[in-house]
């Protein structure tokens, strides 16, 4: 369960990353502290619980040298995070000391014969006490490898901490976007910690022999480590805008403002995102950029050349809306506009719906049914209509059992594709739901008129309407009125009386 946890959590964190790769840079370092533990309770696993030897000559000590920059890995996630910048300075090398070192004294155990290190291997499974016994580091003696790790990587942990703690405590969390970002970066912390002190307790029972006994039950904890884990990579596909980091005005100049500024916190710079924001608007309209397939947040992070999780801020809490929304507004007041132009009425809805940028007529409808409450009629659509309502004043053949779309585009001379998509996405219903529908206008029509239902039983009126069932007859009636037929029938009638 674990080797398969920890494999699930590797191929998740790379997945996330390629698809968010244009997001968050700094994301990078994550995914690497999250396969490096990942790793780590692979080659553990396999070696406390007697894996294949030869898979794990594999994993044991040859990756040992990068265990420990799982530290620094999380330090520079959360600090770029933080500050809402990635820049490398030469000072930054010197993380890798603790991981060079263990490198060179490892580095004749890479030239070892492959079986000589599963023999190794082999024996210290059959005795987990000749760990701390054989010497994988010319360095570094094997027990204090197995406390050092965990207490590098403890040490990072909770300096990271003081960091968050040192940017956060005298902050209002004002905006939706830094509470899920602190939320995030301390729920990374405290799972780290259980990780480490599971890490800590594996080599104190190591090294203190007294406690073999009990290092099965410690190295169990093991599962409870990769299922934190692996919610980690979960937790970033729930919640996307994790991605975006913290979003700040870091020394850029906004483009016709003189807008500076040093601070790493929104709080202190609300006008300057303002003014982005009123430039980012003036720019989507002046230049109709929503009119293009391709535009993306990504497209005004380039132009403006500023961070993506920048102009996202702006969306959602400066200007409060959803950047696709928006998008998607803006394209579908522009196709209504496109359809009361007398000069471009007579486009087809797949033209309308390129030239408004959208990239599917799916998504056409959709946008327009969300933000018109409607879908904007050409000649094209206005001209079914009228075909429909002759079709459906005149004539009765839709009262047939069995009556098919096939049948109302010969009647009607529309093609099937076209009816089909004009009644789902201008009646948002499905063929038998818009038949079905019609069916009992006409019945209502007939009840108000002339016709004498006590003649009939509710069978009859069914099978006379075109229904196959009593049970197809209630439940069309059900879902119109919310009556039963026998109800609906004489709300109906009983008006001819008024």
Sequence with gaps: MTIWISIFTIILSLVTLYFNKNSRKTYG???????????????????????????TAIFWNHLSPFWVLAGPLIYFYVKFTINDYSKWEWVDLLHLIPSLIILIGVFPYYFIPFSEKVKIITQIQNNLSQMTTFRMNLLIPNFILLLSRPLIIAIYLIYTAFVIYKKFRYRNLNTSQYKLMFKWLLTIIIISFISILNLGAIGV?????????????VVELHIIQVILFSSLPIAMILFPKIMYGMPSILKHKLENENIFSNSTFIFNNQVAFENLSKQIINLINDQSLF???????????????????QIDHCFSNILKVDFDEFISKKRAEYAQSLVTDSTTRKFSMDKISDLSGFSSRSDFYKACKQHLGLIPLNEEWHEIILILQNYFDGENSYLQTGFKLEDLSNDTKIPTYILSEFINNFYNMNFNEFINDKRLIYLQKQLQSSFDYHQYSINAIGSMLGFKSKSSFFTAIKKKSGLSPSDFIKQFSHRIGD
């Design 205 to 217: 029972n190591l090294v203190l022999t007294t406690l073999f006994n009990s290092y099965r039950a």
């Design 29 to 55: 370092l994550f995914t690497g502290y999250l396969i490096l533990f990942s790793l780590y309770a692979i080659t553990h696993y396999l070696v406390f619980f007697g894996g294949d030897p030869n898979i």
């Design 291 to 309: 009119l293009k397939k391709d535009f993306t947040i990504n497209t005004l992070s380039i132009y403006f050349k500023i961070p993506q999780n």
